[in-house]
């Protein structure tokens, strides 16, 4: 394997034996273990937590071997995809439209109910002076300000924010004080903004959400000023091998395996509930047309 895939994973000596392809284990008639994986857009810890209990659940259910591979950015999750190294991925719709772009017989499987109309929330800190605004034509009153997107490969957290200020007649980079930062995640988003590093930020809903019900935010020092229209956003991505890897037909079984998941069992609830939705929902490409048509405008996929 390429000295990339040990930077980018921290995974056990068994999930990396997997994403080599050790000889060895193949010769022995030894199944591969699947290596799933997420985008780096949250606390790492959080994270962790939320995939663990996915592999768990796709184990009991597969009775094969599932291991979680965290990667150091959004970038290298599409990357190591490509490569073969990670076999199943929950990305955001930028991402998982690199993704697909850059991995023919990638297969998308499924979404998460909250995913059909995601959101993304513009955040100030009160004393920037920003009051809560009406509609994306509001987004103007941010000219001049100090603000801070996620990722630059975020969805949530760039793509659709970046749009939305475009509509606002804004140019992010122009119209700001400075260039723009770009936080790498949603919490450090919301940790920036509320520490005064900068006047404003976006985020993802859903994080935003999370973090204000567990008390995690200050709400004397940050607020929500604006909430976005409704996009689709996050969803799983299995590579175009897993068939030759685990037997005829293991792709659609898994996609079945996680459509499933709509908490009918106490294990069910669990491993929902860390991804903040009910259910998980069947989606299909061209709901994330307008994010490809986006990304190709700001020079994101090519």
């Known amino acids: 394997m390429d000295v990339r ?30 290596v799933i994986s997420a985008i780096p857009d949250q606390e790492p810890s959080e994270l962790a937590a939320r995939e ?16 979680y591979a965290p990667v150091t950015d959004y970038a290298a999750s599409v990357s190591l995809f490509r490569a073969g190294d990670l076999d199943l991925v929950f990305y955001g719709g930028l991402t998982g439209v690199q993704a697909r772009l850059q991995t023919p017989g990638a297969v998308l499987l499924g979404q998460r109910d909250i995913d059909a109309e995601f959101r993304s929330v513009f955040i100030a800190g009160r004393d920037a002076g920003i009051e809560p605004l009406d509609d994306v034509q509001g987004l103007s009153a941010l000219k001049g300000s100090r603000f801070t ?72 020092e940050v607020q929500v000023v ?23 037909g293991f792709t659609d079984k898994l996609g079945a395996t996680l ?13 929902l509930l860390r991804y903040g939705a009910t259910s998980v929902i069947p989606t299909e490409a061209s709901n994330y047309d307008q994010i490809e048509e986006i990304a190709r405008e700001l020079g994101l996929v090519s």
Not at 52 to 67: H, K, M, S
Not at 231 to 245: C, E, K, R, S, V
Request: hydrophobic letters at 40%; one cysteine or more; aromatic letters at 8%.
């Open 5 to 34: 895939v040990f930077l980018a994973l921290a995974v056990t000596p068994l999930a990396l034996l997997a994403a080599c392809g050790d000889d060895d284990a193949s010769a022995g008639g030894d199944q591969p273990a699947l």
């Open 52 to 67: 663990e209990g996915l592999a768990d659940y796709l184990a009991n259910e597969l009775d094969v071997e599932v291991e």
């Open 149 to 220: 997107f996620g990722s630059e490969s975020s969805t949530s957290g760039r793509l659709m924010p970046e749009y939305m200020l475009a509509e606002a007649g804004l140019d992010s980079a122009e119209d700001f004080a400075g260039e723009p930062g770009f936080s790498g995640s949603h919490d450090k988003t919301i940790d920036l903004v509320e520490a005064g590093s900068y006047d404003a930020g976006v985020l993802n809903s859903q994080v935003w959400e999370a973090r204000t019900a567990a008390g995690t935010v200050d709400l004397d």
């Open 226 to 248: 604006f909430t976005t229209p409704t996009y689709h956003d996050y969803h799983w991505i299995a590579g175009p091998d897993l068939d030759d890897q685990f037997g005829a």
């Open 259 to 271: 459509l499933a998941l709509d908490g009918s069992t106490a294990e069910e609830k669990a491993v």
